[in-house]
């Protein structure tokens, strides 16, 4: 029973353009949501959150929205740089200390 | 840097054969995880600990134990270890808020 999902596997996008990345949640007590990005060989690091009383967080070149009624969050890069290449997991967390992940999404940056 | 340590980063074992993986942080948190995370995979939680208390999920086989002597060190073993549970092993630290301080993950192969 996957909670968080991030049903593209992959994104190609080119340098200077924006990358979307997409997560959909089951789990109506979800009420805070994350996203990490993963280098090889590397651990995840956090990347930027948002609270369920916001429909939008803004830090840089990254902002994460949020729709509530659709359970559905996404991700937006801009402008993508190669060094954006990376796997990118959508996480959530309800009352308890604890993180659901969605399998991630493998961004490549073109030049 | 504060930091989430794993040793080794990278671990060989022979099925059957019982292997520790170690995680230690500087970060002081109160809180730590261990997770598995197969190829393409979500990251699953095998357990945490809240200060010492042992916080076990319900579908983490009963082979997975942890230690956790102090506040800095987490221990996973793992008693007799099969093929399925080759894996990366990551270690988390955080405050008991949401956010999660990964280490960069011991890769276990299983001979």
């Known amino acids: 029973d996957q909670q968080v999902k991030q049903n593209s596997p992959s994104l190609s996008v080119q340098e200077g353009r924006i990358s979307i990345l997409n997560c959909d949640y089951t789990n109506s007590m979800f009420d805070y949501f994350l996203w990490y990005k993963k280098y090889p060989a590397e651990g995840p690091t956090f990347l930027i959150s948002?609270?369920?009383?916001?429909d939008k967080n803004e830090d840089g070149r990254f902002t994460v929205f949020l729709n509530k009624s659709a359970k559905h969050l996404s991700l937006h890069i801009v402008p993508s740089q190669p060094g954006d290449s990376a796997v990118y997991f959508c996480?959530?967390?309800?009352?308890?200390?604890?993180?659901?992940f969605g399998a991630g999404t493998i961004l490549r940056v073109k030049s | 840097d504060a930091m989430v340590i794993q040793n080794p980063r990278y671990q060989v074992t022979q099925f059957g054969k019982p292997v520790t993986l170690s995680c230690s942080q500087t970060l002081n948190h109160n809180v730590m995880y261990w997770y598995q995370q197969k190829s393409s995979q979500a990251p699953k939680l095998l357990f945490h600990?809240?200060?010492?208390?042992?916080?076990n999920e319900a579908d983490t086989p009963d082979n997975f134990q942890s230690r956790r002597p102090n506040t800095s060190f987490c221990f996973l073993d793992i008693r007799s270890p099969g093929l399925g549970d080759a894996a990366m092993y990551l270690c988390?630290?955080?405050?008991?808020?949401?956010?999660?301080?990964f280490g960069p993950g011991t890769r276990l192969t299983v001979l």
């Open positions: 600990y809240y200060d010492k208390d042992f916080n």
């Open positions: 996480a959530a967390s309800g009352r308890s200390n604890k993180l659901v």
């Open positions: 988390a630290a955080a405050t008991g808020v949401n956010e999660q301080f």
């Open positions: 948002i609270s369920s009383i916001k």
